[in-house]
């Protein structure tokens, strides 16, 4: 879970392939594409984070976990929330529903 986002997840990294994916959990996720929603028009963000996730599954060897219907999903949910005024601390105290649990998730 993300307290303090640093330089660990950033965009130059991601799109390298260069993340961690023992620590790349759901809410890096989120971070990550809350930095490219803040950086890119809505479109331009959906396209380079979705290539640039398809490379690091790849690259990590687990390319059937990725699925386009929820990175788009969650892009766009990403995009709708997003602040121009806010940090990432407020937009995750904000939406604290995107990380309650993801699509298809069923409690135990």
Known sequence: MIRHPNDEFTMARFEAADIDPARFDHEAH?????LYV????????????DAALQRLVTRIGVASKYNAMIT?????LI???????EDWP?????NDDLFAG??????A
Do not use: I, S
């Open 30 to 34: 989120v971070y990550v594409g809350w």
């Open 38 to 49: 803040r950086a890119w028009p809505r479109d331009q963000a959906v396209a380079r984070f």
């Open 72 to 76: 788009w999903l969650f892009l766009l």
């Open 79 to 85: 995009n709708e929330r997003a602040r121009d005024d």
């Open 90 to 94: 407020a937009f995750r105290k904000r």
């Open 102 to 107: 993801r699509p298809g998730q069923r409690a």
